[in-house]
């Protein structure tokens, strides 16, 4: 090999050395950001100013432990304690200021409670009923409700109350407390018909309905402007009357 060839491969194998040795220095420094950056990191959990949405992405899973417990608290219904008594029990109605108090069952008939009270016992009073065709729980178009006129006044012989104007207007409000909520009913009419001259319909079409409602009104003994909205229910409550023939004394309401 001639001396002049000797000079060449030397620079070329000092070339190659200094590549490697900066190539190394270069991994060197870049490993030790990395470390650094996982130091930073480190320290930014411990730290007591560490926030999560700083670190969501790093370690969700830690994230989520470190939420507030939900806890929940129920409360048990009122009217189960009845539901207990009488599986037939479907709520309770309840007129401010008047003895209409009472627990409110359904049967599959609209017989069976005229002389049976909550605990299906004989009663000549016998309960505060709703009509069979209500499916209850609010459910209904129209609630229809039925309780006898007893003389002391007890049970839904109040209602008859109602045929004095100002009674009328100072005790509109009827409260219904089903299973599942409850609900207030403003009174808008009042009157007495025999039992052959009317029907209660459950169910409406809207147009139906409207019209239903307006004829209610107009049959009032006593006047009282309201607005009429068809997503609204409508509530009713009848006893016996003794002014004319087979009479009945019957309350509309309309949901609040």
Known sequence: MTKKSKYFFLNISILVL?????????????RKSSEKE?????????????????????????IYNEQP?????????????????????????????TVIDYPIVRGSDNEFYLNRNIYKMSSDAGAIFMDYRNIGQFNDQHTIIYGHYMKNGTMFGGLHEYKEETYFKTHDKIKLSGLYG???????????????????????MDGDYENYVQTLQSNSMHKKDFIFNEDKALLTLATCSYEIENGRIVIHAIED
């Open 18 to 30: 200094l590549i490697i040795m900066i190539f190394s220095g270069f991994r060197l420094i870049q």
């Open 38 to 62: 996982v130091s930073e990191l480190i320290a930014l959990r411990s730290s007591e100013n560490f926030e999560a949405s700083e670190l969501i992405e790093a370690d969700p899973i830690e």
């Open 69 to 97: 417990e939900i806890k929940y608290d129920y409360k048990p219904n009122k009217n189960s304690e009845y539901l207990a008594i009488n599986s037939d029990f479907t709520g309770w109605i309840t007129i401010a200021d």
């Open 182 to 204: 409850e609900k207030t009913y403003t009174i808008f009419s009042a009157y007495i018909v025999s039992a052959g001259d009317y029907k209660l319909e459950i169910d409406l």
